[in-house]
């Protein structure tokens, strides 16, 4: 039972951690494209034109390999509590 108790909050954590560095990594990822419109000589400068840029960049940033890197957050401590409980027993 304490097993299983120490799963879900253990579940829960990583899940919270998880929401935090995805909005973490999505608000990088937006002040980067930011930058990269403030930098760029544009013949467009209305704020429409800045925010497409901005969601065609954060679309490509949602079906990229990065996001998908940060659902490591759950395999890799789940991998090294069970290689811990393997060998201990």
């Known amino acids: 039972m304490q097993f299983v108790r120490f799963g879900i909050v253990g579940f829960i954590i990583l899940t919270v951690?998880?929401?935090l560095v995805s909005i973490y990594s999505r608000s990088i990822r937006?002040?980067?494209l930011e930058g990269e419109w403030e930098e760029k000589?544009?013949?467009d400068t209305s704020e429409?034109?800045?925010e497409a840029f901005i969601e065609a960049g954060m679309a490509k940033y949602e079906a990229g390999f990065r996001k998908k890197l940060i659902l490591l957050i759950y395999v890799i401590p789940t991998l090294l509590i069970g290689t811990l409980?393997?060998?201990?027993n």
């Open 17 to 19: 951690i998880y929401f």
């Open 30 to 32: 937006r002040e980067r």
């Open 41 to 43: 000589e544009r013949e």
């Open 48 to 50: 429409v034109a800045r």
């Open 85 to 88: 409980v393997y060998v201990i």
